[in-house]
């Protein structure tokens, strides 16, 4: 099992056919500052297993990008030292968006898991609608793509921080949106689906007003078929991840919310 994949599932997860709304309705003023920051656990749970591998940091700053005001997010995963004896993980995402709209500028990635490395660098052209990607994954050295380009297109730590923008007033339970996730030289069209408001007991947090959604994910190695990830969302405006929940063949990958900071 590739870690860098498993990661990845917790926010994303690909659907291979299905239509929606167009891209997700958002709010012009975003919920969040410069200065935020978001941690997270991250655990394996199967039948009475149910421990803590990683721990992922989300932070947000702000700054100029080629003359203009922009968002700077860092995405950083690591494995809980006891796990870094048997498989050492560490993921290192950067993403560079603009603060009118949240549209993608530039993406850095570099993982290491055990033996295998991993790095991604995207300039986002969208004059052109293509993405200028320099990557090299599986060890194949370094290579240029041009990725196509279209509105619905986003990074991981992007897409986490447009979903932050929606306008619930103009969304219902059952309503679907399709986006775009891109990753090393490929991207992958998404069906989210908006499932409703519900309480939700977080890990050591209590009970919180949250926003449920979901997304099919596809039969492979991980994942058996007809499935469904499922992301919660805090319900106060500020739409923080409350808990993520990725199914895999032998029991799921939860990550829970441990702190936040606005």
Same mark, same amino acid.
């Given at each position: 099992m590739r870690w860098k994949l498993l990661i990845l599932s917790? @926010?994303? !997860?690909?659907?291979?056919?299905?239509?929606?709304?167009?891209?997700?309705? =958002?709010?012009?003023?975003?919920?969040? #500052?410069a200065g935020e920051r978001i941690d997270l656990g991250l655990f394996y749970k199967w039948g009475a297993v149910n421990t803590e591998v990683a721990q992922a940091a989300i932070t947000l700053d702000s700054l100029?990008?080629?003359?203009?005001?922009?968002?700077?997010?860092?995405?950083?995963?690591?494995?809980?030292?006891?796990?870094?004896?048997?498989?050492?993980?560490?993921?290192? @995402?950067? !993403?560079?968006?603009?603060?009118?709209?949240?549209?993608?500028?530039?993406? =850095?990635?570099?993982?290491?898991?055990? #033996?295998y490395t991993a790095t991604n660098d995207y300039n986002y052209d969208w004059e052109e609608m293509v993405i200028h990607a320099d990557v090299n994954f599986y060890n194949r050295g370094m290579e240029h793509y041009e990725i196509p380009l279209h509105p619905c297109v986003y990074d991981l730590p992007a897409m986490i921080f447009y979903l932050r923008t929606m306008d619930l007033s103009k969304m219902k339970p059952g309503d679907q949106y399709p986006l775009s996730f891109a990753i090393d030289e490929a991207v992958f069209d998404i069906i989210l689906t908006f499932q409703g408001a519900e309480p939700l007991k977080v890990r050591k947090l209590g009970v919180r007003n949250s926003l449920l959604f979901s997304c099919s994910v596809v039969s492979g190695a991980m994942f058996e078929g007809n499935q469904e990830l499922k992301f919660w969302l805090s319900d106060d405006g500020t739409y923080v991840p409350l808990a993520i929940m990725a199914p895999l063949r032998v029991g799921s990958v939860w990550a829970w919310l441990k702190d936040y900071q606005p």
């Open positions: 917790l @926010f994303v !997860s690909v659907a291979l056919n299905g239509q929606g709304k167009g891209c997700i309705p =958002t709010v012009p003023d975003p919920p969040f #500052k100029q990008f080629n003359g203009q005001d922009a968002w700077h997010l860092n995405f950083n995963v690591k494995s809980a030292p006891f796990f870094d004896v048997f498989f050492k993980m560490r993921e290192d @995402f950067h !993403s560079w968006m603009t603060m009118d709209g949240i549209r993608p500028l530039r993406f =850095t990635r570099n993982t290491l898991e055990g #033996k």
